[in-house]
């Protein structure tokens, strides 16, 4: 069957569509409803995630190696507590913890980071010393590859099971 090229407006269209998704779902999210990670990672994996069977919508837009503004909290490697840099931890009642997103109540301002760094390297969960490090990248290709976004794998990696 033939191919036709997308056009760079109806990748902007696309683009677009998959960012209101990301508003929709963080809105539901917000309410209560934690399922909505993983259609959050699913459209982050549609718009970054590359490689040679896997075009991102940004890619193929030209704008994935635009810089990106970082909300989390750096990773420190000499800290030897649990990182969480995406996140915030409150003692909701005894001994249970609710995590959430307080993205616009930062003691850190969010700062403008390369995407290479953003997406693949910058450590943004480490539980404890000597955890797993996660980056944003492997957290979104696990929700959404592994973990019900849009596969379901019968073997997740042990290294997720505290996630």
Do not use: C
């Not at 990773?75 to 649990?82: F, H, K």
């Not at 979104?140 to 990696?157: E, I, Q, R």
Request: proline letters at 4%; aromatic letters at 8%.
């Amino acid at each position: 069957m033939a191919k036709l090229k997308i056009s760079r407006d109806r990748l902007i269209e696309l683009r677009d569509e998959h960012l209101q998704f990301l508003e929709s779902s963080a809105a539901a999210f917000d309410a209560g409803f934690m399922g909505e990670a993983k259609r959050m990672a699913v459209s982050l994996r549609v718009l970054f995630h590359e490689t040679a069977q896997s075009h991102s919508i940004l890619a193929q837009l030209g704008e994935r190696q635009q810089p990106l503004f970082d909300s989390s909290h750096p990773y420190n490697p000499n800290n030897l507590a649990s990182h969480h840099g995406l996140v915030a931890m409150m003692i909701t009642g005894g001994s249970e913890a609710k995590f959430f997103a307080p993205i616009d109540d930062r003691e850190i301002a969010p700062r403008l980071t390369r995407f290479g760094d953003w997406w693949e390297k910058d450590i943004v969960i480490k539980e404890g010393q000597k955890g797993t490090p996660y980056t944003r990248r492997s957290l979104v290709l696990f929700a959404a590859n592994k973990d019900g976004g849009a596969h379901v794998d019968p073997h997740l990696d042990t290294s997720f099971e505290g996630l």
